[in-house]
């Protein structure tokens, strides 16, 4: 009879904490970031809320987190600034099989979040789950819908910025792994999600900084799987390496002078000299491309101008011009005799031209894809199972993949995405809602197929 008792009090707690919530949270002060209420209840229902409107964004954490952690990232003032309510929950309970916990030491204001299940023999290698938190801008009036409301459409087409880049993958690990927990499975590799900061802005906050932490050796990583990208045919592209970015920018001094006259050896002529010679190695990479059938863009060296300074006004001759480029140089390039060739664009330009990097990656391992890799075999033997036809490429751009694997981790990035348009970062960023499920179901056999790789000799 006390049993019963017990659970009726508790019932009546909750039902009497959603009549508060729903009563009171509608006039609670707009944009307050003061805890809001305490509820009754053993222990007590505690929430922080920010800016009431018709749209709300609930926020719940694991063991390790409170409600004042989602404030102290900044979290909560985000959303209510974009026009979101913020709600915070102080939940009692935690998460059964999984530990979480977060490393804010990484770089001051960022903050990378973990989730662990260990598995039967945690003295092996484990598998790690990456994914980034960050998304990149959106600018709205060119989106069909709200770019963050995730609007779906009459043919299952999902609307949202991160949609591709990497939302989906970040919430089909989790899913696949729930899914593999209430099934009862025990995996024998340790799995690691992690969820890192800063990856669109060059991940010098975010995984570049945190590969070299004390905490991420510590995780035992033998293999680790990243975003990779969508694919318009009924393949899934598979990503082994990347193109290392150099953000370059030549300084061209010249002699300054008056508009009217022609001044010898001036910024501008030096500046244009550099520009012919980048672009020029533009043109013939983009024919290399273009007429070679076992190219991908990942194959050839990408050269981008971005930027021009120089001048002061319409009559005067600048005494010095700067001018930026975005170099992608794929792992099969000599580094160090591309830079030779950029000090003599520079020579040939004429004197005391120099240049200097923004960034600047040398990294150029890449993950073997040989069947006799165990790693590799589990995965594309995953694959096969599950009938996907797999296309092996050199990502073009940049993951934080490229730090896992400078730190001699294989890492492949893949994001099971077929029947679908490359849209990261574009406007009206979508995904259809069936391929979206299909990925969970692939994470499903990847995530046991890599967990379950045979003890290596070493790991004996």
């Given at each position: 009879?006390?049993?019963?008792?017990?659970?009726?009090?508790?019932?009546?707690?909750?039902?009497?904490?959603?009549v508060l919530l729903y009563l009171l949270l509608p006039s609670i002060r707009q944009g307050s970031m003061e805890p809001s209420l305490e509820l009754p209840g053993d222990p007590p229902l505690f929430f922080?809320?920010?800016?009431?409107?018709?749209?709300?964004?609930?926020?719940?954490?694991?063991?390790?987190?409170?409600?004042?952690?989602?404030?102290?990232?900044?979290?909560?003032?985000?959303?209510?600034?974009?026009?979101?309510?913020?709600?915070?929950?102080?939940?009692?309970?935690?998460?059964?099989?999984?530990?979480?916990?977060?490393?804010?030491?990484?770089?001051?204001?960022?903050?990378?979040?973990?989730?662990?299940?260990?598995?039967?023999?945690?003295?092996?290698?484990?598998?790690?789950?990456?994914?980034?938190?960050?998304?990149?801008?959106?600018?709205?009036?060119?989106?069909?819908?709200?770019?963050?409301?995730?609007?779906?459409?009459?043919?299952?087409?999902?609307?949202?910025?991160?949609?591709?880049?990497?939302?989906?993958?970040?919430?089909q690990y989790i899913e696949a792994i729930r899914r593999l927990k209430s099934e009862g499975r025990k995996l024998m590799r340790t799995v690691h999600l992690m969820f890192v900061p800063d990856e669109e802005?060059?991940?010098?906050?975010?995984?570049?900084?945190?590969?070299?932490?004390?905490?991420?050796?510590?995780?035992?990583?033998?293999?680790?799987?990243?975003?990779?990208?969508?694919?318009?045919?009924?393949?899934?592209?598979?990503?082994?390496?990347?193109?290392?970015?150099?953000?370059?920018?030549?300084?061209?001094?010249?002699?300054?002078?008056?508009?009217?006259?022609?001044?010898?050896?001036?910024?501008?002529?030096?500046?244009?000299?550099?520009?012919?010679?980048?672009?020029?190695?533009?043109?013939?990479?983009?024919?290399?491309?273009?007429?070679?059938?076992?190219?991908?863009?990942?194959?050839?060296?990408?050269?981008?101008?971005?930027?021009?300074?120089?001048?002061?006004?319409?009559?005067?001759?600048?005494?010095?011009?700067?001018?930026?480029?975005?170099?992608?140089?794929?792992?099969?390039?000599?580094?160090?005799?591309?830079?030779?060739?950029?000090?003599?664009?520079?020579?040939?330009?004429?004197?005391?031209?120099?240049?200097?990097?923004?960034?600047?990656?040398?990294?150029?391992?890449?993950?073997?894809?040989?069947?006799?890799?165990?790693?590799?075999?589990?995965?594309?033997?995953?694959?096969?199972?599950?009938?996907?036809?797999?296309?092996?490429?050199?990502?073009?751009?940049?993951?934080?993949?490229?730090?896992?694997?400078?730190?001699?981790?294989?890492?492949?990035?893949?994001?099971?995405?077929?029947?679908?348009?490359?849209?990261?970062?574009?406007?009206?960023?979508?995904?259809?809602?069936?391929?979206?499920?299909?990925?969970?179901?692939?994470?499903?056999?990847?995530?046991?197929?890599?967990?379950?790789?045979?003890?290596?000799?070493?790991?004996?």
């Open positions: 009879m006390n049993f019963l008792r017990n659970r009726l009090v508790v019932l009546g707690l909750v039902l009497l904490a959603t922080r809320e920010a800016l009431p409107v018709d749209r709300a964004v609930v926020l719940l954490h694991g063991q390790a987190f409170t409600s004042k952690t989602w404030e102290e990232l900044g979290t909560m003032a985000i959303l209510a600034t974009n026009g979101y309510q913020a709600l915070a929950m102080d939940l009692p309970g935690r998460t059964e099989g999984c530990q979480t916990h977060f490393s804010s030491g990484v770089f001051p204001g960022r903050v990378v979040s973990i989730m662990t299940w260990e598995g039967t023999n945690p003295k092996l290698k484990s598998v790690l789950l990456n994914s980034h938190t960050d998304v990149v801008p959106v600018f709205q009036e060119h989106w069909k819908y709200d770019a963050f409301s995730a609007f779906k459409d009459a043919e299952g087409n999902i609307y949202a910025r991160g949609t591709q880049d990497m939302k989906c993958v970040t919430i802005v060059g991940g010098h906050k975010g995984m570049e900084t945190f590969v070299n932490h004390p905490e991420f050796k510590n995780l035992n990583i033998g293999f680790a799987l990243d975003e990779g990208l969508a694919n318009p045919s009924e393949a899934f592209t598979v990503f082994y390496g990347e193109r290392n970015p150099w953000w370059i920018t030549i300084h061209c001094p010249g002699s300054p002078g008056h508009g009217s006259r022609f001044v010898e050896n001036t910024a501008a002529e030096k500046l244009r000299q550099i520009i012919n010679s980048f672009l020029d190695f533009r043109e013939k990479e983009k024919h290399r491309l273009n007429t070679s059938e076992c190219f991908t863009l990942g194959d050839v060296t990408t050269v981008n101008m971005t930027m021009v300074k120089g001048g002061v006004a319409y009559n005067v001759i600048p005494a010095e011009m700067d001018v930026s480029f975005d170099l992608r140089i794929p792992p099969t390039v000599n580094l160090q005799e591309f830079e030779g060739q950029i000090q003599q664009w520079c020579k040939e330009a004429g004197e005391d031209v120099t240049y200097e990097f923004a960034q600047k990656h040398m990294n150029q391992n890449v993950t073997s894809t040989e069947e006799s890799d165990p790693w590799w075999s589990a995965f594309s033997a995953a694959c096969k199972e599950m009938n996907m036809t797999l296309e092996k490429e050199i990502f073009p751009a940049a993951t934080d993949s490229r730090f896992i694997r400078a730190v001699g981790i294989p890492a492949i990035g893949f994001s099971p995405m077929n029947r679908t348009p490359i849209l990261l970062h574009d406007h009206n960023e979508y995904l259809n809602e069936q391929v979206f499920l299909r990925g969970i179901s692939v994470y499903e056999k990847l995530i046991p197929a890599l967990a379950g790789v045979v003890a290596f000799p070493d790991e004996a």
